[in-house]
């Protein structure tokens, strides 16, 4: 980019929050911690399923069913409502990643407009960013629940952009997720990609304008 992007757009869901916790939920209630794993992947793959055939689900309502899945036939120390319940509230407890407050800070101290674009609810973004003190970082916290779609589909990026005023190719995805990032360059967006566990980026997908390991990295990159 030769220029700074108008309005840098950021993924929720493990881009700002960090889900490790999560494992902790799982082995609470007596399954094994590395399902938590398999459960958010289940939660995309179905959101995503039901955007494909034109019915999409908030993320709350996946999640809890997508739980009942993995946990029936587990020997649970609760009853299995109780237990999904229990998990759905660490999801709505989880904090940032280490790099998130300094690097979302620096960035607004450059100038930028930043606005999360979430999966899920605007709700659990706003709970995340003012336990994480910077909630005043962010100018809107949008959520697909109000576009119609999840993201990648188009009508996602489309949505944030008009909700910002601005055009799709004045913005940039930050995201973890090599799927949004491909979404977001589909549509025009510039991207950032955030490695912070130094995986290889899927060469089926489209490639990010930049990679950064940490948010506090990006700043500097942009300038």
């Known amino acids: 980019m030769s220029n700074p992007p108008s309005v840098l757009v950021f993924d929720v869901n493990e881009t700002l929050s960090d889900l490790q916790p999560m494992a902790q939920r799982f082995t609470d209630v007596g399954a094994p911690g590395h ?26 309502e996946l999640g809890a069913g ?17 237990a999904v319940a229990h ?5 709505s407890e989880l ?25 899920g609810s605007s709700q659990v973004a706003e709970q995340l ?4 003190g910077i909630r005043d970082c962010f100018q809107h916290l949008l959520s697909v629940e109000d576009a119609g779609a999840w993201k990648p589909a188009r009508t ?16 940039t995805l930050v995201a973890s997720h090599p ?4 979404g977001a360059g589909r549509v025009g967006m510039s991207t950032v990609w955030i490695n912070r566990t130094g995986a290889s980026y899927p060469d089926y997908f489209t ?3 930049h990679t950064v390991s940490a948010l506090t990295d990006l700043a500097g990159r942009l300038a």
């Open 35 to 60: 399902l938590s794993r398999l459960w958010f992947a289940m939660v995309l793959r179905d959101g995503f399923a039901l955007t494909a055939a034109g019915s999409p689900q908030p993320f709350a």
């Open 66 to 82: 997508a739980l009942r899945t993995v946990l029936t036939g587990l020997d649970l120390d609760r009853d299995l409502e109780t």
């Open 179 to 182: 799927w949004d990032i491909d």
């Open 129 to 132: 960013l003012t336990r994480a």
């Open 207 to 209: 490639p990010p304008t």
């Open 156 to 171: 996602a990026y489309e949505y944030a952009a008009g909700a910002c005023g601005t055009p799709l190719d004045a913005m």
């Open 87 to 91: 998990v759905m509230q660490g999801f």
């Open 95 to 119: 904090g940032v990643h280490d790099d998130v407050p300094n690097g979302a800070r620096g960035l607004r101290d450059a100038g930028l407009r930043l606005v999360t674009l979430s999966n």
